[in-house]
C-alpha cells in the first residue's frame, strides 16, 4: 500500500522557501528508520500564484511504502522533527496535511 502525503505550507518569504525546499532535499540522506531510508519520495516546490493556492506557497509531496512509515515520520523521525522547528517560526497559519492510498496511478 503505496502512501501519498500531500503538505502545503503558507511561507510568505521568499528566501524562507529556500530554506525549506534544502531542509527536504536533506530528507534523502538524513531520514532513517533502523538505519536504513524509508521514504520513497519527495518533490517540492513553490505554488503557482492562482486564487485556488488559498495563500498556500509551498507544496510538498511525500511518498511512503506503507501507513506505518508515514507514522514513523510523523511521532519519530528526527529529520522530519528538526525540519518542523525550521518551518514554524517561517510559516503563517495552519500547514494543511491530507495523505491517500494509490487507486488510480497513470505513469
Known amino acids: 500500500m503505496?502512501?501519498?502525503r500531500v503538505t502545503l505550507f503558507n511561507i510568505p518569504k521568499s528566501?524562507?522557501?529556500d530554506v525549506l525546499l534544502d531542509e527536504y532535499r536533506s530528507l534523502q540522506h538524513e531520514a532513517k528508520r533502523n538505519a536504513e531510508p524509508y521514504?520513497?519520495?519527495?518533490q517540492a516546490g513553490r505554488m503557482m500564484p492562482d486564487?485556488?493556492?488559498?495563500?498556500?506557497?509551498?507544496?510538498?509531496?511525500?511518498?511512503?511504502r506503507n501507513l506505518d512509515d508515514m507514522r514513523f515520520y510523523d511521532t519519530d523521525c528526527a529529520a522530519h522533527?528538526?525540519?518542523?522547528?525550521?518551518?514554524?517560526?517561517?510559516?503563517e497559519g495552519d500547514v494543511f496535511t491530507a495523505?491517500?492510498?494509490?487507486?488510480v496511478q497513470f505513469l
Not at 81 to 91: D, E, M, W, Y
Open 2 to 4: 503505496t502512501i501519498h
Open 15 to 17: 528566501e524562507d522557501i
Open 39 to 42: 521514504i520513497v519520495s519527495v
Open 51 to 64: 486564487a485556488r493556492s488559498k495563500g498556500y506557497t509551498l507544496a510538498v509531496k511525500t511518498t511512503f
Open 81 to 91: 522533527k528538526r525540519l518542523k522547528t525550521v518551518a514554524g517560526p517561517r510559516r
Open 99 to 103: 495523505y491517500f492510498e494509490d487507486e
